[in-house]
């Protein structure tokens, strides 16, 4: 391949840019021509690209959110929508896309492979849900801004003797809650992928309080319910002072860490070697630390999964 082409699309996850840039000078070290195209899949319809060269991703790799910005595109899960997107990279002679995102924006890829249109999937959210890779691009950079927050809650928690409940993000997924609790320390670990029983966690913050501990920390995961919702419960159950902290967006926002702007490196790369190859409708992905590609098609058919060793762990360490 001659052209190809990259986007940004869905939720931004902090290191998107680092594996923008390293598409784009990837391809060009290896006399490819880049463009970008803006917005996702809406900037696709419409036909907003533009060539990129290797100054235009020059001071990028340590900043957060996405140059190429991202959209959410009804139009392009139509059939009609995805056939204005190939005629868009036709007219710009455009062989093969790398689509950089959450397991929507792989949908819309995998649509364009079915009609013929090779593209290439690198995992782009903080919410570490997608099949076939044991991390996405900026599930560490979100881990290490819940984590700063957790150590902050920690510290007016303990003065005031209080159990506070922090909502975390990861959709239906509950990887941000599970690292996050375990590496805050959390008391309790709420996340979609595992059963819990109210009155349970009511008698253990009991328990506690028995003991004489000061106060609880608790992590409950969007994808099970709100923080709010959750406090209300506990606070029926046990008549504690709950507080609720919803960190909400800024957990998708600030400077990539060192890893996830390696691994985005590693993966926007991987991405153009498959291209080079003719080898479209694949994602990207590491597993056991070394960079790995898989049919999207049948990547996406699979259900995510929590490291239930993991989970346990969280558990047998919050006794
Ligand atoms: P994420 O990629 O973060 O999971 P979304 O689920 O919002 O985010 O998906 C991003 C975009 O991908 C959507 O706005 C839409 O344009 C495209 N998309 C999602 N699902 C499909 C689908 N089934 N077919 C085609 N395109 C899709």
Request: glycine content about 14%; overall charge negative.
């Amino acid at each position: 391949m001659k052209r190809i082409g990259v986007l940004t699309s869905g939720g931004d996850a902090p290191g998107m840019n680092a594996a923008v840039r390293a598409v784009v000078r990837k391809a060009i070290y290896h006399d490819m021509e880049v463009f970008g195209v803006y917005q996702g899949y809406h900037g696709l319809i419409n036909g907003h690209i533009e060539k990129l060269d290797r100054g235009s991703v020059g001071d990028i790799i340590h900043r957060g959110g996405t140059i190429l910005r991202s959209a959410r595109c009804l139009e392009f899960k139509t059939l009609e929508g995805q056939k204005k997107g190939i005629e868009q990279l036709e007219k710009f002679g455009i062989e093969g896309l790398v689509v950089i995102g959450g397991d929507g924006s792989y949908m819309g890829a995998k649509a364009l492979t079915e009609h013929g249109f090779p593209c290439v999937g690198v995992p782009g959210t903080i919410d570490n849900d997608i099949p076939g890779t044991e991390f996405t691009i900026g599930f560490d950079t979100a881990l290490n801004t819940v984590i700063d927050a957790i150590d902050k809650i920690r510290d007016t928690a303990s003065s005031h003797e209080r159990t506070f409940i922090v909502e975390v993000m990861g959709r239906h997924a509950g990887d941000l809650a599970l690292w996050s609790g375990l590496a805050g320390g959390a008391e309790t670990i709420l996340i979609p992928e595992a059963p819990y029983d109210m009155t349970k966690i009511a008698e253990k913050l009991k328990r506690g309080q028995e003991r004489g501990k000061k106060h609880s920390i608790i992590i409950v995961a969007e994808g099970v319910m709100t923080g709010a919702k959750f406090g209300a419960i506990i606070e029926e159950l046990t008549n504690f002072d709950t507080r609720v902290s919803v960190l909400g967006h800024m957990q998708r926002g600030g400077s990539p860490t060192a890893s996830d702007r390696v691994l985005a490196s590693r993966l926007g790369a991987h991405a153009v070697e498959l291209l080079m190859e003719h080898k479209g409708g694949r994602a990207v992905g590491i597993e056991q630390n070394q960079i790995v590609d898989y049919d999207i098609i049948e990547a996406l058919a699979k259900p995510h999964k929590i490291d239930q060793r993991m989970y346990e762990l969280s558990q047998e360490l919050s006794i």
